[in-house]
């Protein structure tokens, strides 16, 4: 089971790095109207 550190490893980035970018993307999508569901996070 190599695969197993991958996707730890891919866990940790996406918990890191992975939540900024996602907050990012959900923000410019939803000031675009794409992802009205989705509403800015408030900071």
Do not use: D, K, N
Request: charged content about 10%; hydrophobic content about 45%; proline content about 12%.
């Amino acid at each position: 089971m190599h695969e197993l550190p991958l996707l730890i490893f891919t866990l940790c980035l996406q918990g890191s790095v992975g939540v900024t970018v996602w907050l990012a993307l959900g923000r410019q999508y939803a000031v675009e109207g794409r992802v009205p569901a989705l509403p800015p996070p408030q900071t």
